[in-house]
């Protein structure tokens, strides 16, 4: 499940063990993704408070359609396949609607947001690119044509975190090797109005 020791939900204790109890989904899974931290709960703590902050809390304004879809396609960009098929299978949860999910998935593999997105939704998606994969060269420029192309400041926040977040998760999995064996794929804590909920379902 990874190259790192991990603790499963009935050998975990202590500080572990509560936090296991606040992010399992059914039959006590704990996703790998969250497990590789077992050996430093702390790290695990605040991963999921990054987590839900950025694409599962009710103070987001953009739809979390997008920000998932987002996810997935920085989740690409890194050749990270367990964050994209996690992600992805949230993604079609979410739209409810195969084809159009599969259409999203095709663009993401074919890098032609374009044929997916409109202007203003593909413009975020460009941004994501440049900020994971030439992040040293993103200018104030690149903050003033998400604004020209309707996003408030809030909203591109929203992005930014969105986009740092997956780099960061990205890494965190691939570097650990953590594969998605054992997990149910595209559970997530759905209780947006609740930041201390972060039950997968």
Not at 78 to 94: I, P, T
Request: hydrophobic content about 35%.
């Amino acid at each position: 499940m990874s190259w790192i020791k991990t603790i499963d939900f009935d050998k975990a204790e202590g500080k572990l063990k509560s936090l296991y109890k606040r992010v399992k989904g059914p039959d006590n899974n704990v996703d790998n993704v969250l497990k590789i931290h077992s050996l430093r709960p702390h790290t695990l703590e605040g991963h999921m408070v990054l987590y839900k902050a950025v694409l599962h809390h009710s103070g987001n304004t953009l739809p979390k359609w997008y920000l998932e879809a987002l996810g997935c396609y920085v989740s690409h960009l890194n050749n990270c396949e367990y964050c994209l098929d996690h992600h992805f299978a949230g993604l079609q949860r979410l739209l409810n609607d195969d084809a159009k999910s599969n259409q999203f998935l095709e663009a993401v593999k074919n890098d032609a947001l374009d044929s997916f997105f409109d202007v203003k939704h593909n413009d975020g998606a460009a941004y994501a690119k440049k900020l994971t994969m030439n992040v040293q060269s993103i200018i104030e420029e690149d903050f003033a044509a998400l604004k020209k192309s309707g996003f408030t400041e809030g909203e591109i926040l929203e992005i930014n975190q969105v986009v740092s977040y997956f780099n960061y998760v990205n890494r965190s999995v691939i570097g650990l090797g953590a594969s998605t064996k054992g997990d149910i794929l595209g559970l997530s804590p759905n209780q947006n109005d609740d930041p201390d909920n972060w039950g997968h379902s």
